[in-house]
């Protein structure tokens, strides 16, 4: 399909909803292809450095006992996007226009409120722009001995701000192409190694993580994927997209199918890597050569080439797509508009963020990987109040304008007691 073809159904699918060709199954999936932006792009940034070194150091302490976890993010992930944006779509008028969640916020529980929700919210994202810096110090140290970490760290806010704030479309997809790449070597590896499935099968069935390492992983691996802040940060891509009416639903539901998979896919070949491989060996995840060691038994000497390059696509990528959102959030908080196409000062909120990277040296004391990992579970903090505004959206009356589903309330609560207990598991894990 070409450019211009491809373009003229993106622009149908704004119009008209779901419109699919024909009947036929191939043209229906075509066209759910073409479509799958979004949300499904999301799982790829939620698939950054900090989910994928969570998602391995889950299963490199707990084995395969925690698997159910993998499964329940990545579902939950999905249905989380989908609530979101059942609430930006339900709570307006046909013609009016769509709100974002912060905005939503402002106009039912007023300004106070809403600081106290979105803020912290947006202060985490900084901290994990933060976290990942020391960790991209160390991967271009380790490709590229003669940079010390240090000084990679303070030319990175620099370079991505520059990266970010141009169009090098090209750039941006090849780092994203590494990412990818090492996600799909991570999935053809767990097949490789012949995985324990009775463990896990039975890893699928609810376990309680050991305090400690395991459980801080397992409160990464919520702050990465399912924390309640993504009912803010999914609220701004598909309303800038167009896609705003109800019409619209069943297009973002396909979204939200392809990201679950994806998500999951991705996720169970990570976590079977290091369950499988790390476990075993007892090996402790300090730094990003003794992650790769779970790329072996597929890339032999090479995996740690391997994973370098595709943690640094990941870090490169994950600040870029942190550093757009969270200016979206702060864009949003101060009452300006947060669009691009509408709001031209935005570009410098990108490039204040990826300069942020620059200041990740005042961590390098404490091992990158770890601070990564740990930045990610204390992010769940912030989930649970997210989690009590998107609630009282669904249930107080007048707000939705089409009628809110049971299902959708009881999605919201699950991922409400998920990020509680992730903040559990977190302050067992740092303080005992």
């Given at each position: 399909m070409t450019d211009k073809a491809k373009m003229d159904t993106l622009n149908d699918r704004v119009v008209n909803g779901w419109n699919p060709p024909s009947d036929r199954f191939i043209d229906k999936f075509k066209y759910v292809l073409i479509g799958v932006g979004p949300t499904a792009l999301a799982a790829g940034m939620s698939m950054g450095p900090?989910?994928?070194?969570?998602?391995?150091?889950?299963?490199?302490?707990?084995g395969y006992s925690q698997a159910y976890l993998i499964l329940l993010a990545a579902l939950f992930t999905g249905l989380s996007s989908y609530v979101t944006n059942y609430i930006m779509i339900g709570s307006h008028e046909p013609g009016e226009p769509a709100m974002t969640a912060i905005q939503l916020y402002r106009k039912q529980l007023g300004k106070p409120i809403t600081l106290l929700i979105s803020v912290p919210v947006s202060v985490a994202f900084w901290f994990i722009i933060l976290s990942q810096s020391m960790l991209l110090g160390a991967v271009i140290n380790a490709l590229i001995p003669a940079i010390p970490v240090n000084v990679a760290v303070l030319l990175g806010g620099p370079l991505l701000a520059f990266i970010f704030a141009r169009d090098f479309d090209g750039l941006k997809k090849l780092f994203s192409a590494a990412a990818g790449l090492l996600t799909l070597i991570f999935f053809i590896n767990a097949l490789i190694i012949k995985p324990d499935f009775v463990a896990l099968f039975k890893g699928f069935?609810?376990?309680?993580?050991?305090?400690?390492?395991?459980?801080?992983?397992?409160g990464g691996v919520v702050g990465g994927s399912v924390v309640g802040g993504v009912y803010i940060a999914h609220s701004f891509?598909?309303?800038n997209m167009g896609f705003t009416e109800t019409k619209h639903l069943k297009l973002i539901k396909w979204d939200v199918?392809?990201?679950?998979?994806?998500?999951?896919?991705?996720?169970?070949?990570?976590?079977?890597?290091?369950a499988q491989v790390l476990n075993p060996a007892g090996i402790e995840i300090d730094n990003i050569l003794q992650a790769a060691m779970a790329l072996e038994p597929v890339a032999g000497s090479f995996a740690k080439n391997f994973m370098l390059i595709g943690i640094l696509?990941?870090?490169?990528?994950?600040?870029?797509?942190?550093?757009?959102?969270?200016?979206?959030?702060?864009?949003?908080?101060?009452?300006?508009?947060?669009?691009?196409?509408?709001?031209n000062k935005m570009k410098y909120g990108i490039i204040a963020h990826c300069l942020l990277v620059s200041f990740g040296i005042v961590f390098s004391k404490i091992a990158p990987v770890k601070l990564v990992v740990y930045t990610l579970a204390i992010n769940t903090v912030c989930g649970p109040?997210?989690?009590?505004?998107?609630?009282?959206?669904?249930?107080?009356?007048?707000?939705?304008k089409i009628e809110s589903p049971l299902w959708m309330k009881g999605v919201v609560l699950v991922v409400f007691i998920l990020n509680c207990y992730a903040v559990y598991n977190t302050a067992v894990g740092l303080f005992g």
């Open positions: 900090g989910s994928i070194n969570s998602t391995l150091q889950l299963g490199a302490y707990a069935i609810p376990s309680l993580p050991e305090p400690g390492p395991a459980s801080i992983a397992w891509a598909q309303r199918v392809v990201m679950y998979i994806l998500f999951f896919v991705w996720s169970i070949g990570i976590f079977i890597s290091g696509g990941s870090l490169i990528t994950c600040i870029g797509g942190m550093s757009t959102i969270n200016t979206y959030i702060a864009t949003d908080i101060l009452g300006g508009e947060p669009d691009f196409d509408k709001n109040l997210v989690c009590l505004a998107s609630l009282y959206m669904l249930c107080k009356k007048g707000v939705m």
